[in-house]
C-alpha cells in the first residue's frame, strides 16, 4: 500500500500522542508489577504504537518528496537525529512524486500558466507575431469563450445543488451537458495539475501522471471528471487523459 503525504502539524501532533501513550504504558506495566500478562500488553501495543510511528515518519518524508526508506535510519543511534532536518521542513508546494499537498497549495508557474487572461493575451501576442493564422487565433480564442460561458453555467448549477434546489442526480446530468473538450488526443504536460471529482467530493490539484496512475490501478473511476487548476469548469474525463 502507498503511503501519501501529511504536513508537519499532523505528524507532530500524533507523533506527540504516541509518546504520551508510550509513558502511559510503562507507568502501567511497571516491572515490579506481579501481573505477567501486563508485560505482554506492553509489547503487543508497543509493537502497534511502532508501525503507527514508522507510517507517520514515512508519510512526512513523502512530503518533502524523500523517500520512505530513509526511515530505516530512525534505527541508527546519534544518525537518526540527521531526521529531525526533514522533519520540520516544510512540506512540497504542489503535488510530488508521492501524492498530493496536505495544504492544497498550487506553484505559481501554474497559477501564472492556467489564468485565462494569460492565455488570451499569448494568444494575442502569438497572432501579432504571425504565429498564429487569423483562424488559429479565432479558433483558439472561440474555445476559451465557450469554456468562460460552461464555467458560469457550473457555477449556477453548483449554487443550485448546495442551496438544495436540484438533486445530485439532475446535478450530474446538467454537469455532463455542459461542453466539453475532447482529451483523448490532446497532450498533457505530466505535470499540469488538475482537480478530479470523484464520491461527490473534489480532489487535487495533482498532476496527470498522478491522476492516470489512480484510473490505472482503478483507485478512481476513469469516467470521473476533471477540470485544470484556476478553471472551475470541468473540462473533460479521467480517462481521457494520456
Known amino acids: 500500500m502507498e503511503l501519501d503525504r501529511i504536513r508537519r502539524k499532523k505528524y ?3 507523533t506527540i500522542c504516541i509518546s504520551i501513550l508510550q509513558l502511559c504504558l510503562l507507568y502501567i506495566c511497571k516491572p515490579n508489577n506481579s501481573n505477567e500478562s501486563y508485560g505482554e500488553f506492553y ?3 508497543a509493537i502497534i504504537l511502532t508501525i503507527i510511528g514508522f507510517r507517520v515518519l514515512i508519510q512526512r518524508l513523502h512530503d518533502v518528496n524523500l523517500s520512505g526508506w530513509y526511515s530505516l535510519l530512525a534505527l541508527v543511534p546519534i544518525i537518526n537525529f540527521g531526521l529531525l532536518i526533514p522533519m520540520f521542513r516544510d512540506g512540497t508546494i504542489g503535488p510530488n ?3 498530493e499537498d496536505p495544504k492544497k497549495r498550487i506553484p505559481k508557474k501554474h497559477k501564472a500558466s492556467n489564468d485565462p487572461n494569460n492565455k488570451i493575451s499569448l494568444l494575442k501576442k502569438a497572432h501579432e507575431s504571425g504565429i498564429l493564422t487569423t483562424n488559429e487565433f479565432e479558433r483558439s480564442k472561440n474555445e ?3 469554456e468562460r460561458e460552461s464555467e458560469i453555467k457550473q457555477k449556477m448549477l453548483t449554487d443550485l445543488y448546495e442551496a438544495g434546489l436540484i438533486s445530485k442526480y439532475d446535478f450530474e446530468l446538467k454537469l455532463s451537458e455542459l461542453p466539453q473538450i475532447d482529451l483523448s488526443n490532446k497532450k498533457f504536460d505530466p ?3 488538475f482537480y478530479y471529482a470523484s ?3 473534489e480532489h487535487g490539484p495533482i498532476s496527470v501522471s498522478a491522476i492516470i496512475k489512480l484510473v490505472n490501478s482503478k483507485k ?3 469516467n470521473c471528471f476533471i477540470r485544470t487548476v484556476n478553471n472551475k469548469n470541468y473540462i473533460g474525463r479521467a ?3 494520456r
Open 191 to 193: 505535470s499540469t495539475l
Open 144 to 146: 476559451l469563450t465557450s
Open 97 to 99: 512524486e508521492y501524492g
Open 239 to 241: 480517462k481521457e487523459l
Open 43 to 45: 509489547f503487543v501495543f
Open 12 to 14: 507532530f501532533v500524533i
Open 220 to 222: 478512481i473511476n476513469g
Open 199 to 201: 464520491m461527490g467530493k
